[in-house]
């Protein structure tokens, strides 16, 4: 291959690929930067300032109506839906303190009106038991559901 041709190849392949989808930096994914990609990570770091703060109110708004959370298990008496939510996160709540959430995010996708996020979390809290204090780690992974109600991405089950 000449020198021209040579350079014109180069000079083609950096052209392409910078005209490739822009990508929302500072994540361990490759996530296009879309108007639905933004607003999925603004719910998730809502999500995690919330949990932090034991903030009942802001993890409610973030859902919809039609929430149901199973928990992962085949029994139905830890399944709890958008009325339970404020029950669940109370008694959740009063047992611990010093909560600290970290999540990493592992895949999203956005299919029309409905979209998943998958993520690894760890949280670190102190729990009160009738023997005392001590320091609780959960490492899990996740997947958070949302559906588009309106303008809004709402969470249909994940927490």
Request: net charge neutral; aromatic share 10%; hydrophobic share 40%.
């Amino acid at each position: 291959m000449n020198t021209r041709a040579l350079t014109l190849l180069l000079a083609a392949t950096i052209l392409f690929s910078a005209c490739g989808a822009k990508l929302i930096p500072n994540l361990d994914i490759q996530l296009t930067d879309t108007p639905d990609h933004r607003a999925l990570l603004v719910i998730m770091a809502k999500y995690r300032q919330a949990y932090e703060a034991k903030d009942i109110d802001t993890l409610v708004s973030l859902t919809s109506e039609r929430f149901y959370e199973d928990l992962g298990t085949p029994e139905t008496k830890d399944d709890y839906n958008y009325k339970g939510l404020k029950s669940h996160f109370s008694k959740h709540f009063k047992q611990v303190n010093d909560l600290q959430l970290n999540i990493t995010l592992k895949d999203v996708r956005v299919d029309g009106d409905k979209a998943r996020m998958d993520y690894h979390y760890v949280t670190r809290y102190l729990i009160k038991l009738p023997s005392g204090e001590r320091w609780q780690v959960t490492d899990e992974l996740n997947r958070m559901e949302l559906v588009k109600e309106g303008a809004d991405w709402k969470v249909i089950s994940g927490f």
